[in-house]
């Protein structure tokens, strides 16, 4: 029997990409997180497109989109994001990219030039993809949908607790600043905007842990 494509999109620090993961070796499938491919070419924007007053210099990205090669390598039994042959999987994890993504997400070359490695991995089937718009734009016809939310403050400390667990030195309320203005940029631009896809199962996963989480999906996926 085929493999399903499983797409769960949903707001900052839901845990979808965590989940996901742990859903993918439970189901035996390929795990795509696609937010690490927008934080890649934030990151390359940082290094080379800044303008005099240091923001992203979005024509210049534009331009030189060609020159970035993102690929996912089996590093530790996990995907790491590589940029032309580098891996940056920890750098695209540091706050500077966090505050910049959601611009150079907003940008329609930059989705464009994103869709194909997004699309090229799903067509064989047996993958989940977490991201913003993989079930309303990327992956349209996924077997299974699924879109995440969580209050502010609960997905803010998850995330703070994430960050120090790695050393970054931030406080709460920076990161929940972060948060809320990632997910307004994300909901408000024009082209594939964060939303909930028609035929999406809504989980809130405010007051339910991780593991109920995974086991609230996949008794959905059993369901089927
Ligand atoms: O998932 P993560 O929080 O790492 O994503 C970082 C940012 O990348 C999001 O805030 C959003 O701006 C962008 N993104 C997107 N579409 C996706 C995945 C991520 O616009 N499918």
């Not at 082209?191 to 086991?215: F, M, W, Y």
Request: charged share 30%.
């Amino acid at each position: 029997t085929k493999k399903p494509v499983i797409a769960i999109d949903g707001f900052s620090s839901t845990g979808k990409s965590s989940i996901s993961k742990i859903i993918a070796k439970t189901l035996g499938l390929i795990h795509m997180d696609t937010g690490a491919l927008y934080r890649g070419i934030t990151y390359f924007a940082l290094q080379n497109c800044i303008d005099d007053n240091n923001a992203v210099d979005i024509d210049r990205l534009i331009k030189n989109l060609p020159k970035i090669n993102l690929e996912f390598q089996n590093v530790d039994a996990e995907l790491q994001l590589f940029m032309n042959g580098n891996n940056i999987n920890k750098e695209i994890r540091f706050p500077q990219v966090s505050d910049h993504v959601s611009q150079v997400a907003k940008v329609a070359d930059v989705r464009n030039f994103l869709l194909k490695t997004q699309r090229d991995i799903a067509e064989k089937g047996g993958v989940i993809m977490d991201g913003r718009d993989i079930g309303t734009v990327v992956l349209p016809n996924a077997d299974f949908k699924f879109f995440m939310t969580a209050s502010q403050d609960e997905r803010a400390r998850r995330r703070f607790l994430e960050l120090e667990l790695a050393g970054e030195k931030t406080d709460i309320e920076t990161v929940k600043q972060n948060l809320i203005s990632r997910d307004k940029i994300d909901s408000e631009r024009e082209v594939s905007p964060l939303k909930q896809a028609d035929d999406a199962i809504l989980i809130d996963n405010t007051d339910i842990n991780k593991e109920e989480t995974i086991a609230l999906i996949l008794s959905y996926i059993k369901k089927f």
